[in-house]
């Protein structure tokens, strides 16, 4: 029984193909330091305190901090700030299809993004919430049916209507959109951006190469990945995942861990 059981790990190990390999292109230079190349490379900004990096309408970047104790920035392509401001956390954040900003109940429009004017915005959930604590004097049955009561008139104001199986219907009940002239957000998820340029891989020359295993609780497996960019070839980490956006008409590096670079 153990040698079958052996050769059972032996198949699965020929399998899965664990064991490292050779650099299959050791002339190709590793993506670190071409970016230190500035006739290649220019860098735009980078992933300090940041947790995303989104192209604007305007083809200006904003900066999503990974703190909230941290602005978030709108800045051009020569890293002029545009916008920088603190950013409450527990109110929605959103980008319509013409490229205006809703947040901190404010719209910013675009595209200057320089002048904004108060903008009406109501988190239902949030709503219900403090209904419920102005009402936390009364019977929990006798307080559940008053909420229930201003909850059916507050969404009847947006033409909207309870939903029972919120829980098991999440998609249905969602709600996040412009209603008579109201930012209205019915969900968990207070983020959405309905206008976002596409990022676009980078096509691979050859197929990823196993050169190590990292140790840990778990062994975890490294890998090369082979890029060509136009007529510039590169390798990295199996985990960089390089893509390019383009902006104003200029093709640029972006990489999630690292920044945006403009390719020269």
Known sequence: MLKYLFLICAICLLACNPFPKKDAH???????????????????????????????????????????????KIIDLENKVIIEKKFDWEL????????????NREKYN???????????????????????KELQNLADSVRWKAVEKYEISLLKRYGLQRCENSIVNTAGCNVFKIINNTLVVRQTELEKNEFEKTKTDIPKFDDDVLIGWKNGKLPSPEYLSYYQLGGLKFKCDQMTYPKTLEIAGKKYLYLPSDGLYQTL
């Open 110 to 132: 675009y595209p200057e993004y320089s002048k904004s004017e108060p903008f009406k915005t109501v988190v239902v959930q949030d709503s219900l919430d403090n209904k419920s």
């Open 26 to 72: 050791p002339e190709v230079p590793l993506l670190n330091d071409l970016l230190k190349d500035r006739n290649k490379f220019k860098k735009i900004v980078g992933m300090d305190g940041l947790s995303r990096i989104t192209v604007l309408k305007s083809d200006h970047l904003l900066l999503t901090p990974n703190n909230s104790n941290l602005p978030f």
């Open 92 to 103: 929605p954040f959103y980008m319509d299809k013409m490229g205006n900003l809703y947040f």
